[in-house]
């Protein structure tokens, strides 16, 4: 629910949070200490803290604006973005009815679903395969095990499981839906991912059929595509898919050890409805996005395929794990402001987990607790597209209760491709 009374709170804890991640490794001071003055920020790092807050606020103008003359403070960046906040929310939240809407046209998410690779290794199995000494993998990312597909097993199989678990819980059949939109970064081949699995689930041929990209966060945006188009088509029902098969394609070719040994194959699957009844389970409208792409962290990872060879990948692990935590914060933090909440109010938190440590870091940098954020790859290891997707199947079945539940989501890819959901 809204934070009523506690703006204030918010607002300042907000900054503090944008202002800490400019600062490291140096700690955050006090809310009245003039960070300038006190040798804390150079003008870089200044204009930096103000361009986030002008992001996240939706606010232009506010590094252009701000007075030399002006204390360069968490309290006076927190007065200064007081009035900003509300014409944020409102934009974002769209509360406003439309005059030509005869019937809702809100969408939610009426069923879910995932389905892991049948095989498990342990990181032990993952560390003799790597050449690592033991407990490397263990030790340095906290992953205990992967979850890998079976020679009979791939994308589509996976993706199948999980789309009739979903149809299933939403007590709907194939023949309800009108849209597929899916994602998966390891399917090669014609027809394509979405196709492939429309003719498995043996869709209606007037459901359309669409491939979505992102990688590790095309799942938002498949999300968003789903949610946009469905009220457009005047559909019942849209499936929202993600699903890879990370282990028959990395061992296809010279990938990093550090790069493959994170990797699980896993599936997930989601049901939108147009319009949904006042009886179905509460907590799971799709209520906006926040998106970005930061080109400046694209080195952390890159895979090229030549025209005559192998695949070749470039992979930095600890500016990867960085960017990541640095992108996901700034989804976060645009997504507190669209939902018009403190983080303190937020019921569960589905994020992306390039590894169990990255997660960690997060949280604690966040201030978010580790209890409201839903695990996967502690146990099936990084499972691409599909891992924010399964943190939102275990979230959502979390927040199953009689009053309506908020969520946060949010994920990157390569590029850096950076996306967030507020759901509630």
């Not at 429309?198 to 491939?211: C, P, V």
């Not at 692990?317 to 989804?331: D, K, M, Y």
């Not at 990084?382 to 399964?390: D, K, L, P, R, W």
């Amino acid at each position: 629910m809204p934070n009523e009374g506690g703006d204030s709170d918010s607002r300042l804890r907000l900054v503090r949070r944008i202002v800490a991640r400019e600062l490291e490794p140096q700690a955050l001071p006090g809310d009245d200490e003039d960070l300038t003055r006190a040798g804390l920020v150079d003008s870089m790092t200044r204009v930096n803290i103000l361009l986030a807050l002008e992001e996240v606020v939706g606010s232009p103008g506010l590094a252009a604006h701000w007075s030399d003359s002006r204390p360069f403070s968490v309290n006076e960046l927190a007065t200064y973005i007081s009035a900003a906040i509300p014409v944020a929310q409102e934009t974002a939240r769209g509360d406003a009815p439309r005059a030509d809407d005869s019937r809702t046209r809100e969408v939610s998410i009426v069923g879910w679903g995932s389905s892991p690779g049948s095989l498990v290794f342990a990181a032990e199995e993952v560390d003799r395969e790597c050449g690592f000494s033991p407990g490397f993998l263990r030790d340095r990312t906290g992953i205990e095990s992967v979850r890998r597909a079976s020679r009979g097993e791939n994308e589509v199989a996976l993706a199948t499981r999980a789309a009739q678990s979903a149809l299933e819980r939403a007590q709907l059949s194939p023949a309800d839906v009108d849209l597929l939109v899916a994602v998966s970064t390891t399917f090669l081949g014609f027809p394509s991912f979405a196709a492939s699995v429309h003719a498995h689930l043996l869709l209606r041929e007037t459901a359309g059929a669409i491939d979505v990209g992102g990688a590790c966060s095309g799942l938002i945006y498949a999300l968003a595509t789903a949610g946009t188009l469905l009220p457009i088509v005047d559909g019942r029902a849209a499936l929202v898919l993600a699903s890879e098969v990370n282990s028959q394609r990395l061992l296809g070719f010279d990938s990093p050890p550090e790069l493959r040994a994170l990797f699980g194959d896993a599936a997930c699957a989601f049901v939108l409805k147009l319009g949904a009844a006042r009886d179905d389970p509460p907590g799971g409208r799709l209520r906006g996005f926040a998106w970005g792409c930061s080109s400046t962290s694209a080195s952390a990872l890159r895979l090229s395929w030549p025209a005559v060879g192998t695949p070749t990948v470039e992979f930095s692990g600890e500016q990867l794990a960085v960017a990541a935590i640095t992108h996901l914060g700034r989804a976060i933090d645009r997504l507190t402001v669209m939902a018009a909440i403190d983080l303190t109010d937020v019921d569960q938190f589905a994020f992306h987990e390039p590894n169990p440590r990255v997660l960690r870091m997060l949280c604690q940098r966040a201030e978010i607790p580790i209890e409201k954020t839903p695990q996967t790859s502690k146990t099936w290891g990084n499972v691409g597209s599909a891992t924010c997707g399964v943190n939102l199947c275990k979230a959502l079945s979390e927040t199953q209760r009689s009053h309506p539940a908020t969520i946060f989501a949010a994920a990157v890819g390569p590029g850096l491709l950076w996306g967030g959901a507020y759901i509630g």
